[in-house]
């Protein structure tokens, strides 16, 4: 009686729902059925194709300037303590804004690079966005970021948007500051000020600073009057400010760009 009572219970418990024998040898058969099986992908959590991050490659070369526009420019900024540079999209302007500014950080020439500009959306709000001030504001200033990895490199701004030696920042967390002669300032998207805006920024510059301030007063996304053009009328006389207007013949992003500017201007 014992004996058959033992070989019920082994019966009972060797037996899966599909009559497939699970005791200590089962699971190994069937562990080993299931590896061996090529239509099984083990995931795991932390893939090393999931850590890859996109980042331009560094460049060793000096900023070039594509066209006689985009030197003039450059020459404007190194030589002017103000320099509002104007035109359409792809002309350049942020690109040798954040190249000259990286030079002159790397070389030791500055301590700081500022970078700012309105948080305003291109006519969609995107509502509260989580995280802290620097994650909310890196949508807007993810362009910068992207030259500053190519001129310095990654791990280089990293490090120094963690020690305060980059600075991104809304142009509303800018009143009180005051820029000076260690500092590279640029304000882009500008055409998106209020004129009470573009004054308060304009008032924080110190002695010997080196301010840019980028935009295309064409695609304002604010009602009224925007602080870049009131401000070029306003100081486009007085000695270290620049104003640099770019033309539609000026565009380096793509001749596709030039089109769209065409039937857009001439509609």
């Given at each position: 009686?014992a004996k058959r009572s033992h070989a019920r219970r082994s019966n009972?418990?060797?037996?899966?729902?599909?009559?497939?024998?699970?005791?200590?040898?089962?699971?190994?058969?069937?562990?080993?059925?299931?590896?061996?099986?090529?239509?099984?992908?083990?995931?795991?959590?932390?893939?090393?194709?999931?850590?890859?991050?996109?980042?331009?490659?560094?460049?060793?070369?000096?900023?070039?300037?594509?066209?006689?526009?985009?030197?003039?420019?450059?020459?404007?900024?190194?030589?002017?303590?103000?320099?509002?540079?104007?035109?359409?999209?792809?002309?350049?302007?942020?690109?040798?804004?954040?190249?000259?500014?990286?030079?002159?950080?790397?070389?030791?020439?500055?301590?700081?690079?500022?970078?700012?500009?309105?948080?305003?959306?291109?006519?969609?709000?995107?509502?509260?966005?989580?995280?802290?001030?620097?994650?909310?504001?890196?949508?807007?200033?993810?362009?910068?970021?992207?030259?500053?990895?190519?001129?310095?490199?990654?791990?280089?701004?990293?490090?120094?948007?963690?020690?305060?030696?980059?600075?991104?920042?809304?142009?509303?967390?800018?009143?009180?500051?005051?820029?000076?002669?260690?500092?590279?300032?640029?304000?882009?998207?500008?055409?998106?000020?209020?004129?009470?805006?573009?004054?308060?920024?304009?008032?924080?510059?110190?002695?010997?600073?080196?301010?840019?301030?980028?935009?295309?007063?064409?695609?304002?996304?604010?009602?009224?009057?925007?602080?870049?053009?009131?401000?070029?009328?306003?100081?486009?006389?007085?000695?270290?400010?620049?104003?640099?207007?770019?033309?539609?013949?000026?565009i380096v992003r793509s001749g596709l760009v030039r089109d769209i500017?065409?039937?857009?201007?001439?509609?």
């Open positions: 009686m009972h418990y060797g037996m899966d729902d599909g009559g497939f024998q699970s005791g200590k040898k089962g699971r190994g058969k069937s562990a080993r059925k299931r590896k061996d099986d090529g239509n099984i992908v083990e995931m795991k959590s932390r893939s090393q194709q999931l850590e890859t991050a996109y980042s331009p490659q560094r460049t060793s070369q000096p900023l070039q300037a594509q066209t006689s526009a985009q030197q003039a420019y450059i020459d404007a900024i190194k030589q002017n303590c103000l320099t509002f540079g104007i035109g359409p999209a792809g002309t350049g302007k942020s690109y040798c804004a954040g190249a000259l500014a990286a030079e002159a950080l790397e070389s030791g020439r500055i301590e700081r690079i500022i970078l700012t500009r309105p948080a305003v959306e291109a006519g969609e709000q995107l509502g509260f966005l989580p995280g802290a001030l620097d994650e909310k504001f890196s949508v807007y200033i993810d362009a910068f970021r992207d030259i500053l990895n190519e001129r310095l490199g990654a791990g280089t701004v990293d490090y120094c948007l963690r020690h305060g030696r980059i600075v991104a920042a809304p142009l509303a967390f800018m009143r009180g500051k005051t820029f000076n002669n260690r500092t590279f300032v640029v304000l882009d998207e500008a055409q998106n000020t209020s004129i009470a805006q573009m004054k308060m920024f304009l008032t924080r510059i110190g002695e010997d600073c080196k301010v840019v301030i980028n935009g295309d007063i064409e695609q304002s996304d604010i009602k009224g009057a925007n602080g870049l053009a009131d401000a070029i009328n306003k100081l486009r006389d007085l000695n270290t400010v620049h104003v640099h207007r770019f033309a539609r013949e000026d500017i065409d039937r857009y201007e001439t509609a």
